[in-house]
């Protein structure tokens, strides 16, 4: 019967008639699918881009041609989109594929890991590299970016932070609307943007131990006043899409957590776009134990409301005996269909499936020099200055400098990971660039002192290649001595390797690799300047450093434009202003540590026996959250408010004078925090509440002001109410988590 139907149902039937709503076209659609068209919709699968190209399995074409793939990731160009596209068109149906793809932090230019990025805490870039990201990929033939990443983590080292945005609710859902206003714009059927993917859902940033992948187990007060709020704050600016993380959150695999996707993201958030899995979590539950099979793996992910099964094939296989046994209802199906094809129809798939293929496009669209230019803009703004002793940075271009480390003369580590279809033998290196800036003014020389790592368990773990100089470890560092001894001053670049943080890549030791130690520690020992380059993509222990070295630049991964960005700090050309977005720990026992925690019943005190601390280490971490140096100095002064005591509905107004203090111009991120001082829970010490990027001349003077009202200062309390509890409240603002102006307020 059904294929009797099919038999006469031709591609113009599936283009929306002229003045045809979209509901009436989708709901047609629908009524005219088989059920394994219907999964097919449901499927998601991956092509891979091998060294010969790109290639999809034979059976994936077969799928595609016959319905049952709707949906494929890892393919992008519009040749090869193109190619796929036709194979739907040669559908029953010919409902076009939707193509999606890790575009993290940027398509073909790359821009700085987001952690880095967040450092700029600049809401307009993080938007204008999401924008670039998006006009790029849809050049490339792409509809859809597994991003923004928006989980919170507090926890260096779980390797994902590099991800993210860090540690801070407040600041993360600024960057996560700003992100999914990038990607899609104003218009979806913009031929330059993309839907967008808020991922990991829920708490994927918080496994315990920081150890991927590892059980999520939290209180719903830490979920609703911390992890949750960037989720949300994505899904209010439009989100097109969500992905289930692999972690369980209490018990239950958010793949099969119907209280997170039902409940909380679609009754309570309102939210109307698709869910997807991420890679195989449906399949994955059989490991998690809360169900004992894939077809019980099937059913209860689509009880749970997840709409699109990726990789792992389940819905397509299991479903149709599910609906025959009654576990799942054929209704279900039905809405998780439509809201995929509504993604298809907001980009305007069934008008014309191509229109995201289109090979001029991409030849004018990506790696444009503008484009390059903002990344570099951007990679400029992320860096962290962590210690500059006596000034030694900026550098003078005189005199003869060493560079050494294996980060030198290396592009592949610097893109950094999730670089995606970014091409690393494209983006710049340090040594280029400070051999561009110093012509005729310095002589430079050059030693790569180490590899990443000598350890080669580590390395067969990461399974990646790494780059390496077969030369002995104590040839490249009496190699790396010889040269910094006929030198007047010593830039080192450590750090990690670009595969050392991201997916599967937790750290239990978070110091810069042994071989590196041992090269820096040689070279501190000839009693020459070194300025300390770090690249890495987690918040790293830095101790000895911290003591030993006299400047501290952190570079994070910054991107196609690593090098000229780099250069022009360590030079002086540009004055660094970006400030960190996670604690940096002393050791990695201290971990988790964040600003945002609570006084206990017996705070910290070295002179008390039974108070809250170490014994072998100081409680307070080596660098703050919100921390940063800057080649110029700036002074807070005068922090007042509009009033002392204000009603539930008042808005509160502070202001405070900042002051550039020094020689050179340069921005200030300047920071308030806000303390409930007693609640009917035990609050924070300090909640971020607002940030503002200044500009200031040298000797300029600015008054800066803040408003916050009664959202900012409410919270979820024990009985999982929103609340603004009145009472005495403390209001801070300052250069960072620790170094703040205070004032007392009260609500009324
Ligand atoms: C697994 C990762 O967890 C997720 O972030 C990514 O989007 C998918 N794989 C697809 O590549």
């Known amino acids: ?58 059976t994936y074409k077969q799928d595609i041609m016959e319905g049952k793939c709707g949906n494929i990731f890892n393919a992008y160009s519009p040749e090869y989109t193109k190619k796929l596209q036709d194979l739907a068109m040669k559908s029953r149906l010919k409902i076009p594929l939707l193509f999606g793809y890790d575009v993290i932090h940027g398509h073909k230019t790359i821009f700085p ?24 990929a849809s050049a490339d033939g792409l509809h859809w970016t597994f991003s923004p990443m928006v989980d919170i983590s507090r926890d260096p080292r779980w390797g994902r932070v590099a991800e993210g945005s860090g540690e801070d609710p407040c600041l993360g859902s600024a960057i996560a609307r700003a992100k999914v206003r990038g990607y899609q714009g104003t218009d979806l059927k913009s031929k330059e943007t993309i839907l967008s993917c808020v991922k990991h859902f829920a708490l994927y940033g918080a496994p315990i131990a920081g150890r991927d992948y ?58 109307k776009g698709f869910v997807v899995t991420d890679y195989t979590s449906i399949n994955e539950m059989v490991y998690h134990g809360n169900v004992a099979d894939e077809y019980e793996a099937g059913v209860a992910a689509l009880n749970a409301g997840i709409d699109m099964d990726m990789q792992g094939s389940v819905y397509y296989t299991y479903l149709k005996k599910a609906l025959e046994n009654k576990h799942v209802k054929i209704e279900d199906i039905d809405i998780a269909v439509y809201r995929i094809l509504d993604a298809k129809w907001q980009l305007g798939l069934f008008e014309d499936p191509y229109r995201y293929s289109n090979i001029k496009t991409a030849k004018t669209a990506i790696m444009t020099p503008a484009n390059l230019q903002t990344a570099e803009e951007i ?111 010593i830039v080192l670049t450590l750090g990690e390797s670009e595969g050392m943080s991201g997916e599967a890549a937790s750290r239990s030791d978070i110091t810069i690799p042994a071989n590196q130690q041992e090269l820096l520690k040689r070279i501190h020992a000839m009693g020459k300047p070194i300025v300390l380059l770090l690249s890495n993509g987690r918040p790293l222990a830095l101790t000895w450093e911290d003591k030993n070295i006299p400047a501290i630049l952190e570079t994070w991964f910054l991107g196609t434009q690593s090098g000229p960005a780099i250069s022009s ?13 996670m604690t940096f720990p002393r050791s990695v026992g201290q971990v988790p540590i964040y600003y945002a925690s609570k006084n206990t019943g017996r705070p910290f005190d070295n002179n008390i026996k039974y108070s809250s601390k170490y014994l072998d280490i100081e409680n307070t971490p080596l660098y703050s959250f919100g921390f940063g140096l800057s080649y110029t100095n700036y ?9 002392t005591s204000f009603t539930a509905d008042e808005t509160i107004e502070a202001c405070i004078e900042i002051k550039n203090t020094g020689k050179m111009d340069g921005s200030e991120i300047v920071q308030l925090y806000v303390q409930d001082l007693v609640g009917s829970s035990t609050r924070p010490l300090k909640e971020l509440k607002r940030f503002s990027k200044v500009f200031l001349k040298a000797g300029e003077s600015k008054q800066i002001c803040f408003t916050i009202n009664k959202e900012d200062l409410m919270y979820y309390n024990a009985d999982m109410e929103r609340v603004l509890e009145p009472g005495k409240f403390k209001l801070f603002i300052g250069k960072n988590s620790n170094e703040v102006e205070t004032v007392e307020f009260e609500i009324k």
């Open 113 to 136: 890991l987001p952690l880095g990025e967040s450092c700029a805490w600049d809401t307009i870039l993080s938007e204008k590299s999401a924008r670039i990201a998006a006009v790029e």
């Open 1 to 58: 019967m059904i294929l009797l139907i099919s038999c006469n149902i031709s591609f113009a039937q599936n283009k929306p008639g002229k003045n045809q709503d979209k509901e009436s076209f989708l709901n047609e659609l629908i009524g005219k699918m088989t059920l394994e068209e219907k999964l097919g919709q449901l499927t998601l699968y991956t092509s891979d881009m091998s060294v010969t190209g790109p290639v999809i399995r034979d």
């Open 214 to 271: 590892n059980t999520v187990d939290m209180s719903m007060q830490s979920m609703f006043n911390t992890y949750l709020p960037p989720y949300k704050a994505a899904i209010d600016a439009g989100a097109a899409t969500v992905m289930s993380s692999f972690n369980e959150v209490n018990g239950v695999p958010a793949s099969a957590n119907s209280w997170l996707m039902n409940d909380l993201l679609r009754k309570q958030w309102g939210f």
């Open 379 to 489: 990679a400029k703004a992320s860096m962290v200055l962590l210690k500059n002793e006596n000034n030694l940075l900026p550098l003078q271009a005189t005199g003869k400098i060493a560079f050494i480390g294996p980060f030198v003369k290396n592009k592949r580590d610097l893109i950094g990971n999730w670089s995606g279809a970014g091409n690393w033998m494209q983006s710049k290196n340090l040594w280029d660039a400070v051999v561009a800036r110093t012509a005729g003014k310095a002589e430079l020389l050059y030693a790569i002192g180490a590899n990443v790592t000598e350890d080669t368990v580590l390395i067969k773990k990461m399974h990646i290649q790494e780059f390496i100089d077969k030369r002995s470890k104590d040839e490249l560092i009496n190699e790396a001595i010889e040269v910094a001894g006929r030198a007047d001053i």
């Open 569 to 581: 700090v360590l030079f002086g050309d540009y004055n660094p202003s970006g400030k960190i977005t």
């Open 635 to 643: 002074s807070y002064s005068n922090l007042k408010l509009n009033k």
